[in-house]
């Protein structure tokens, strides 16, 4: 198999390493929201092409999470900037509450390895209120389900990352853009998070009720809700016969709130 290098480092896939090379893009990741004074984080910069581009803003200051110790100390050799602090460590173990409290609200401009890429949304979701806003690069699968509010595709996910997020489809980026290219078309991705949430009864249940709906996306709600043991003699057939890609979030919550509450008098 044969390896790809750059600046004599070798691009690693079991880190997902796929660098971006268009200036295009990069310019439109910068230039999207405005950065000037801001505080920014990077996750998994790699040989730093972003990274520059960041830089070239007045930020106030750029903190990169790096995996990969070989980038790591090239990118500290390579960018000597006093706004920039280079971390080897896995976002994913980070603890934000003690990092990253100091110096919100954050912006995040990231390439996402796209392996990791629903741990790495998941971890934003717990730590909403340290950012501000972002613009993140997917695959574009990921970005569809995402996005998705009913049919194929629409999913736990969608209702998930849209009830905390604010999202706006940015541009599609081809293979050819990166550095070795992935096998996948990309897209970007700007998300905020949303300052209001209605609060759901009992909602760590209410998330395991909507895996749940969504099973096996082509059968009705009946025959997925029947593995959960859940009083669907209160709901009307008319309801049991959809599916929960028919079904928006209010509908969902509606049919969970007639349910929990039967629930809640037995207790």
């Not at 200051?61 to 110790?69: A, G, K, M, Y």
């Not at 100091?102 to 971890?123: D, K, R």
């Amino acid at each position: 198999m044969s390896r790809t290098f750059s600046h004599g480092i070798e691009i690693k896939k079991r880190y997902g390493q796929h660098f971006l090379r268009s200036p295009r893009i990069l310019s439109h990741i910068v230039d999207t929201i405005d950065i000037q004074g801001a505080s920014v984080f990077e996750i998994g910069c790699g040989d730093g092409a972003l990274t520059r581009a960041i830089l070239e803003k007045q930020v106030e200051r750029l903190w990169v999470f790096e995996i990969d110790s070989d980038w790591v100390s090239y990118i500290k050799k390579a960018l000597v900037d006093n706004r920039l602090t280079v971390y080897q460590e896995n976002i994913l173990d980070v603890d934000a509450e003690k990092k990253l409290t100091v110096h919100t609200p954050w912006v995040l401009l990231a390439n996402l390895p796209y392996q990791v890429t629903f741990p790495i949304l998941h971890f934003l979701q717990r730590n909403r209120h340290l950012l501000r806003e972002g613009i993140i690069m997917i695959q574009e699968e990921v970005a569809e389900k995402i996005l998705k509010t009913s049919g194929r595709g629409y999913g736990y996910p969608s209702l998930f990352f849209q009830r905390y997020f604010t999202w706006k489809k940015l541009e599609k980026v081809p293979p050819s853009a990166f550095e070795p290219p992935p096998k996948v078309t990309s897209r970007l991705l700007y998300f905020k998070p949303k300052e209001l949430i209605e609060p759901i009864a009992n909602e760590t249940e209410f998330w395991k009720f909507i895996k749940l709906c969504f099973h096996q996306p082509r059968r009705t709600l009946r025959n997925n809700l029947l593995q959960g043991h859940y009083p669907l003699s209160l709901l009307e057939d008319k309801i049991l016969d959809l599916r929960a890609q028919q079904m928006s979030m209010l509908d969902l919550i509606n049919v969970w709130n007639r349910l929990a509450d039967y629930h809640n008098a037995g207790e």
